[in-house]
């Protein structure tokens, strides 16, 4: 016999709704690449078939992937259900919003990023292959195509994009890529002068590290190069973030 004062106070189990149980299966194809970005999920007819559920089932569950940002809904006779291309945006957004009211700044942002890419770097440097390499330095060679906004900024930090694919933890790699995103929206609110806040060359270290496969060094070139530009950051930010963008 159980005592009453041994009893536990439990919260009531609701039953799953069936949207949200079709929603998380979609999710779940969707993240294991068995729909991939720009692909048409089923139609509402077959999932209607597949899941043995009724058409306003079906309706919800699209519309919790919708809210999701993992799908978008064309309409007309070859519309439907795509798989949107799966970014770093709304990470980057969210971080914008506390950036916009003062509940983070950039310093911030580039100490965590010195937290982070050395790693990403060493990894880097330890996955490598001949393909990334050339990659990396096809990069590098086009850094300085041109200091016209906002092509120069997107230019200058496509290194680290692509170090951040290299890597292989797909953890870092979105944390990371957030965090560029971040600070590519906040360079182009000021548009500071390209080769102050960031100088040709300054990645060849670095890129000469990863592709040799030198794990330490890469580690603290990367971790060198946020550093200097860390200091051009907060100088050029002082300098231009209050003037008028011409």
Sequence with gaps: ????????????IKQLRASTEVGQQLKEAIFEGR????????SERELIDLFMVSRTVV????????????VEIRQGATGG??????????????CQ????MGKMSLPE????????????ARLAARNCTVEQAAKLQEASKHEN???EYPTTVLLRSQVHFILAEICGNRCLEAI?????????????SFEPPTDEIHPAGLHDKLIQAVVDGDEDKAEVEMRLHLIDFGFRVAEAEGKYKNCPVS
Aim: proline share 4%; glycine share 2%; hydrophobic share 45%.
């Design 1 to 12: 016999m159980i005592r009453e004062d041994n009893l536990i106070s439990f919260k009531p």
């Design 35 to 42: 729909y991939k970005a720009g692909e048409k999920l089923p």
């Design 59 to 70: 309706r919800e569950a699209i519309k919790i992937l919708e809210a999701s940002g993992l």
């Design 81 to 94: 259900a795509f798989v949107k291309q799966i970014n770093f945006e709304r990470i980057s957004n969210a």
């Design 97 to 100: 919003d506390l950036l916009t």
């Design 109 to 120: 942002i580039i100490q965590v990023r010195m937290l982070l890419e050395p790693q990403v």
């Design 145 to 147: 195509d041109t200091l």
């Design 176 to 188: 990371a890529k957030s965090l560029l995103l971040l600070l590519r929206q906040n360079t182009l």
